[in-house]
């Protein structure tokens, strides 16, 4: 059974950093595209980072300089690390599958809450 | 650039059908899409993947209720004999080259 399972979310004041985990279960993490995805209170979903099963990694403009998305082969986890936190940051933030190469994000998490606020 | 664009709302009737519409950017048009639901409170889950031709291949468990199609720029989510728990936002999905793209969703209420 494939399982998404991220951790790591929580209260951080403007400016401090948070790293986020996604433990998986049920496929190889470095064989597939990995993302992350968030939420903002209210609002859309917003497509964060990805890395390729190569390790190619890619970020959206909003957040590219501050977040480094990596993972651990031998722990099959996927990692967010988050710097230089702003308010508009805060959201629910998720790991999903993409698959084998380019595709739909076929399983998702259930989602790490990061508050930032002083 | 890559956009692709939702309505922000639709509303049926319980039994009835409903088709929902993700449009995308000009000169994209044999770009594949993705729908997700999002229920109440939970996160997404991967409803289908629509090409261009206008087949579509459903995810794990999806009802035969669910089904895509396509014409042009615009891919289709049309949900039949709609019952109360398909009252979700709809959320259509992209991807190319280093980049991801979502449409803004769409909030479907079930009358």
């Known amino acids: 059974e494939v399982q998404l399972v991220e951790t790591g979310g929580g209260l951080i004041q403007p400016g401090g950093s948070l790293r986020l985990s996604c433990a998986v279960s049920?496929?190889?993490?470095?064989?597939?595209?990995m993302s992350w995805v968030r939420q903002a209170p209210g609002e859309g979903l917003e497509w964060v980072s990805v890395?390729?099963?190569?390790?190619?990694?890619y970020s959206a403009d909003s957040v590219k300089g501050r977040f480094t998305i990596s993972r651990d082969n031998s722990k099959n986890t996927l990692f967010l690390q988050m710097n230089s936190l702003r308010a508009d940051d805060t959201a629910v933030y998720y790991c999903?599958?993409?698959?084998?190469?380019?595709?739909?994000?076929?399983?998702w998490g259930q989602g790490t809450l990061v508050t930032v606020s002083s | 650039q890559l956009v692709l664009t939702q309505s922000p709302s639709a509303s049926a009737s319980l039994g009835a059908s409903v088709k929902l519409t993700c449009t995308l950017s000009s000169g994209h048009s044999r770009y594949a899409i993705a729908w997700h639901q999002q229920q109440p409170e939970k996160g997404p889950r991967y409803l289908m993947k629509v090409n261009s031709e206008g087949s579509h291949t459903k995810g794990d468990g999806i009802p035969d209720r669910f089904s895509g199609s396509s014409s042009g720029t615009e891919r289709y989510l049309t949900i039949s004999s709609l019952q109360s728990e398909d009252e979700a936002d709809y959320y259509c999905?992209?991807?190319?080259?280093?980049?991801?793209?979502f449409g803004g969703g769409t909030k479907l209420t079930v009358l």
């Open positions: 999903a599958r993409e698959g084998l190469s380019y595709g739909p994000f076929d399983f």
């Open positions: 049920g496929f190889t993490v470095s064989s597939n595209y």
């Open positions: 890395i390729y099963s190569g390790g190619s990694t």
């Open positions: 999905q992209t991807w190319d080259s280093g980049i991801r793209v």
